[in-house]
């Protein structure tokens, strides 16, 4: 069903996603007006299938800036041979019903490359890609696309069976023993509970117990009673923005929001509401798993801080932007490589600009410029190596970034891929 089901959110769903649009586009906008100026060549087409409306609207943010900033790289050192890229828009409200048809939409727009959509709706159409002739870099960590088999499919962020592996382990590196997770009932949520179970446990620890909360309701008051009858050390948790603010404002009312609590990728952005509904004890106990390594190897990721700047006027990044940036820029040097805009030519290319062996680089300009030399490249991204495997997913380590008195993000600790292997080969 809906995410928003009366009128009048059906209107506040509008004009988010028309001021969502509009904020996408003022980034873009410099880059189009680069197109006109060349008055050569159409510009390429980035489709973009993102939740502008719904319980999950946060992420559009996160996609439109990465993808912006990512056509603002491209566009800015000659766009891809020639062409300056463009970005058509599509709102899947993070729901299944939504997805198919936004999924369309773009298609509309007859798009070279999509970006998106995120986890909660990927499988509504990963069927789609090959058919219609189309690359998608999708940004989410949907622990069933591990194993996937989708030619024109591509993840370029970690899975959530890695992000799990990660939380367990941060847990038991400061001494907690005990925990009782706090999940919603989505797909995406659900998929973080076996392998945190499995995890958690192969490392020591003890789950009190495993609480599913059901989106939407009034009060969560029994269900944090029974998350916390047992006196818990940790917390692991997952859900969306409307179910956390009233789940954290009942926790503050029930005294139990002076335990550290450990979530997924969604409560890690600076000054978000996920923070902004913790209290005033997120700054010492909120804390959040995102999956990257950025990396300063070949200026990677302080070119796309300087991209960031330039586009957005601060370097206070949201999550996941650097994965949809890494995103356009690998597109972008695939068709490059492959002296074809056509997806049936350049898809082969993906992995073979982004993975080893070849020469490292890490902007865009300067792996352009190699490859004009008939160099093998492989690119190091913003967010990571985006080494991609056989199923088209890529590894890297993690983040537990917590927040400071002002709800800006602070690094708690990086879980290296070893570290994360380790959990592994003990049986997590």
């Known amino acids: 069903m809906k995410s928003i089901g009366m009128k009048g959110s059906h209107r506040r769903g509008r004009i988010m996603l028309s001021l969502a649009m509009v904020t996408a586009m003022a980034g873009v906008g410099v880059s189009a007006g680069i197109a006109g100026a060349a008055g050569k060549k159409p510009p390429l087409v980035v489709g973009a299938i993102l939740p502008f409306t719904g319980t999950k609207s946060i992420l559009s943010a996160w996609g439109t800036h990465g993808t912006t900033v990512g056509i603002y790289e491209v566009n800015h050192n000659g766009g891809v041979m020639g ?3 463009t970005a058509k828009y ?3 409200s993070a729901d299944s019903v939504d997805v198919l048809p936004a999924f369309r939409k773009v298609m509309l727009n007859h798009p070279t490359f999509i970006v998106g959509p995120f986890s909660p709706t990927i499988e509504g159409v990963i069927k789609q890609f090959q058919p219609n002739n189309v690359v998608d870099f999708m940004v989410g960590g949907l622990a069933s696309l591990d194993n996937m088999n989708q030619p024109y499919v591509f993840r370029t962020t970690l899975s959530d069976s890695g992000e799990s592996l990660a939380m367990a382990q941060y847990a038991i590196s ?7 997770l706090m999940f919603d009932n989505s797909a995406n949520s659900q998929g973080f509970v076996p392998p945190l179970l499995k995890a958690f446990k192969a490392l020591g620890g003890k789950i009190l117990a495993n609480v599913t909360l059901t989106p939407g309701q009034s009060s969560y008051s029994s269900e944090l009673t029974q998350a916390f009858a047992g006196h818990p050390q940790v917390v692991f948790d997952s859900m969306d923005t409307q179910t956390a603010a009233t789940l954290f404002s ?5 005294g139990y929001m ?3 609590w450990i979530g ?3 409560q890690s952005a600076p000054q978000g509401s996920y923070a902004k509904s913790f209290g005033p004890t997120a700054s010492t106990d909120l804390i959040a798993a995102l999956p990257s390594t950025p990396t300063t190897a070949d200026g990677a990721y302080n070119h796309f801080l300087a991209d960031y700047q330039s586009v957005y006027r601060t370097t206070s990044i949201l999550p996941t932007t650097y994965n949809f940036y890494d995103s356009v820029v690998i597109a972008s040097l695939a068709m490059t490589m492959a002296k074809s805009t056509n997806p049936k030519v350049w898809v082969k290319d993906v992995t073979m600009v982004s993975n080893p062996p070849g020469t490292t680089c890490g902007t865009y300009a300067g792996c352009v410029a190699l490859l004009k030399k008939g160099k093998k490249i492989n690119y190091n991204g913003a967010g990571g190596n985006d080494d991609f495997n056989k199923h088209h997913n890529v590894f890297s380590g993690i983040q ?3 927040f400071d008195a002002n709800l800006n993000n602070v690094t708690r600790a990086y879980i290296t891929p070893a570290q994360l292997a380790a959990v592994v080969a003990k049986g997590g």
């Open 83 to 85: 062409q300056m890229l």
């Open 90 to 92: 599509a709102d899947d």
């Open 174 to 180: 400061k001494g907690y023993k005990t925990a009782s």
């Open 250 to 254: 009942d926790g503050q009312q029930l």
């Open 258 to 260: 002076n335990v550290p």
């Open 264 to 266: 997924d990728d969604l």
């Open 400 to 402: 537990m970034v917590g």
